[in-house]
């Protein structure tokens, strides 16, 4: 079956930082999102994106699916955005989830 | 807006012990979706539903598992005789329902702890 790594596996950033998280599937897949687990363990959908990039504020996503992998960009980072941050592909109607990247952000 | 809740938020139970976790979804679609999550690892897929059918399940799902929607709403995951390890969070998923293929939604889980 599919695997999916993430990384890094754990990042710690100053407010306002920058940063960038990747994910790495094994196989063609036709669905991907990203989701981030919040400190209550809500999963909380950042972006669907089996292709493509698509951005929402601070947060943009590209996906590359000829080559295996995606990234998660987030932009000046906030206190509210640590947790972690998950991937999750499929090549039918069920995902594979990775093992994530926890975030903290330090104010 | 929740997309999807869940019924119990917390369910504490003893080894041994029938479960039944609720998820209603908040408007009528057709594929739902188990996983469950182990303190601290990785969400894991358990078994999806189309139209009151299992049309995919996991390794994990095994025969002390079982799910229905016996009301055409509620969906429910069943845990026959609970074990130490059954213990974690389980989340109900739906699709969107929008017309983009396998976006799921996620409700906000119950944590199972089995003592």
């Known amino acids: 079956g599919i695997q999916v790594e993430q990384s890094p596996p754990d990042l710690i950033l100053q407010e306002g930082a920058n940063s960038t998280l990747r994910c790495n599937f094994s196989?063609?897949?036709?669905?991907l999102q990203w989701f981030h687990q919040n400190p209550w363990g809500q999963l909380i959908n950042l972006f669907y994106i089996p292709s493509g990039t698509k951005q929402n504020g601070r947060l943009s996503a590209t996906t590359v699916a000829t080559e295996r992998y995606s990234l998660l960009y987030i932009s000046s980072s906030q206190t509210t955005d640590s947790g972690v941050y998950f991937c999750?592909?499929?090549?039918?109607?069920?995902?594979?989830f990775g093992p994530g990247t926890r975030l903290s952000v330090l104010p | 807006e929740p997309e999807v809740t869940q019924t119990p938020s917390h369910q504490v139970t003893q080894m041994g012990q029938e479960v039944i976790l609720r998820c209603v979804p908040i408007?009528?679609?057709?594929?739902f979706y188990w996983y469950r999550q182990i303190l601290g690892q990785k969400v894991e897929f358990l078994v999806s539903f189309y139209n009151n059918e299992i049309s995919e399940k996991s390794e994990i799902f095994d025969d002390q598992f079982s799910v229905e929607r016996p009301d055409g709403s509620n969906f429910t995951l069943k845990i026959r005789s609970t074990k130490l390890e059954d213990s974690a969070m389980y989340f109900c998923?739906?699709?969107?329902?929008?017309?983009?293929?396998?976006?799921?939604?996620f409700g906000p889980g119950t944590r199972l702890t089995v003592t």
């Open positions: 998923a739906r699709e969107t329902g929008t017309g983009v293929p396998y976006e799921q939604y």
């Open positions: 196989d063609s897949v036709n669905n």
């Open positions: 999750a592909a499929g090549a039918g109607q069920n995902f594979v």
């Open positions: 408007s009528n679609h057709l594929y």
